[in-house]
């Protein structure tokens, strides 16, 4: 079968269906950057516009039930994506672009005996593999950027044993770029929420404690280790502290702004759509959202005034809960298992750094989301009745300030002796002065993602701008 055959079939049929094309149901012609063919490997490197996806190929006899969605056939062959077989990485290591840089070990280690899907959710292609050492993982890119910002951490922080990350064993690269990470399978009881979701859960219940501080304060660790081993004695300029600037300020205090003016243009497109309740509801959520127009305002006077002069630095960009893994070994307990930053951004914003406490801010966020659901499946409210529930009375308030504080001054402890901060705080409560512009900024993020994926989950975003000026009264 000729390459033109498979094309066209890619072109006209699986692409506008496939879960990682950006371009969902609709017909786009693509070029072949690179076309490279083994005895069982397809491998094709497809570009669109400024954007090079890569699309490994392994002929079966037929398609596997499982792998239905990532797979097509034309003529009677058929295709599905090689890296949920056993074969894609001595395949594709027979490319003449291909190589692996190792990390911890070298891949003759493994002899991969069988490979399925870990996840078929993610644009990403995620396989776990049974070889003859341990369980795999293997994270293979569709969309290949100019700099894959997670394959430089994760590279880095795999180098210096960070605790909190999977084991990574090395990086999977084509023309040196960074095609897919193998790393240990991570064996967990559910994402980092499940833990403070079933203590919640039971103190909403019972009213009464039902508490992880403990683990709150074990997040405090880990996210404070995770700075300090991306900035302190940095391989290059891509990790480590740097003076903020008057370009910086202007970006960060731009950028909310316009996702802030966005995310309620984009409210009022979406309302006209709607029929009742839900118009009702949204238009409510739109009102109180241009209300909280001058907490906005407020906190980029804060970012102006409190970090004129502080220290910018590699940070995550997009933690909260869900990009973890809760091992419930009383050891690790959590282990991060996404850096490739917040949805949405150009790759300069991604490349950006930015203030070490927008990390924590946005774990302060997770909590709040984690409470909403807690809340609307606990007393079987809609998300509207719950977001108005957090506005009057809320339930969970106690139970999640506990563990944010846990959280907030645990980290700060382990950061006091540090110089990543860029600013001395001389009591534990002025960390919230800081926290406070960044939260509000994390909220108008997500209510610029809300408004434009998920137009109904704005409430959560919004009641976190109105909650954010409670942190500012912590003790």
Excluded at 117 to 146: D, F, Q
Aim: hydrophobic fraction near 40%; charged fraction near 25%; aromatic fraction near 12%.
């Amino acid at each position: 079968m000729v390459i033109e055959e498979i094309m066209e079939k890619i072109e006209q049929d699986y692409l506008p269906r496939a879960r990682w094309w950006p371009w969902k149901s609709e017909l786009r012609r693509v070029d072949i950057q690179t076309y490279e063919c083994t005895n069982k490997l397809h491998y094709l490197l497809l570009r669109h516009e400024n954007q090079l996806f890569q699309l490994p190929l392994i002929q079966l006899d037929e398609i596997p039930l499982e792998l239905k969605p990532r797979g097509f056939c034309v003529n009677g062959k058929c295709f599905v994506e090689a890296e949920y077989t056993p074969w894609y990485p001595g395949e594709f290591l027979k490319l003449s672009m291909a190589d692996y840089r190792q990390v911890s070990t070298p891949i003759s280690n493994f002899t991969v005996q069988s490979a399925r899907p870990l996840t078929m959710e993610s644009t990403n292609a995620i396989a776990m593999y049974e070889t003859s050492c341990e369980a795999l993982v293997l994270k293979s890119y569709r969309l290949i950027p100019g700099f894959n910002i997670e394959a430089k951490i994760l590279e880095h922080l795999g180098r210096r044993n960070y605790r909190y990350i999977p084991r990574i064993h090395g990086i999977l690269t084509y023309g040196n770029k960074a095609s897919g990470i193998l790393m240990s399978y991570v064996k967990g009881v559910g994402d980092g929420g499940t833990p403070f979701y079933n203590s919640l859960v039971n103190y909403l219940k019972n009213l009464r404690d039902s508490h992880e501080i403990g683990l709150a304060a074990k997040l405090g660790v880990v996210i404070a280790e995770l700075h300090i081993y991306l900035n302190t004695d940095p391989p290059d300029k891509f990790f480590g502290v740097e003076e903020v600037n008057d370009r910086d300020l202007a970006q960060w205090t731009s950028r909310i702004e316009k996702m802030y003016t966005s995310a309620l243009r984009r409210l009022d497109e979406v309302v006209q759509e709607l029929e009742e309740p839900q118009h009702s509801e949204l238009s409510y959520w739109r009102s109180i959202a241009e209300k909280a127009g001058e907490l906005v305002e407020d906190a980029i006077d804060k970012i102006h005034r409190l970090y004129t002069s502080g220290l910018k630095a590699r940070i995550h960009q997009d933690l909260h809960l869900g990009q973890m893994i809760y091992t419930g070994d009383n050891v690790l307990d959590f282990v991060i298992t996404d850096f490739e930053g917040e949805p949405g951004r150009s790759t300069e914003e991604r490349l950006m750094k930015e203030p070490l406490l927008r990390d924590l801010a946005s774990m302060i966020r997770s909590f709040h989301y984690l409470s909403h659901a807690a809340i609307m499946n606990s007393m079987n409210k809609t998300r509207h009745e719950v977001s108005l529930i957090m506005t009057r009375g809320d339930p969970s308030r106690d139970w999640r300030f506990k563990h944010i504080v846990s959280m907030t001054y645990s980290y700060l402890a382990r950061m006091w002796n540090t110089p990543l901060m860029g600013f001395i705080v001389k009591s534990p409560l002025e960390i919230w002065h800081y926290l406070y512009p960044w939260i509000i900024e994390r909220a108008v993020y997500e209510f610029y993602y809300e408004s434009h994926y998920r137009p109904l989950w704005c409430s959560i975003p919004i009641v976190g701008l109105l909650e954010a000026k409670r942190y500012l009264l912590a003790r």
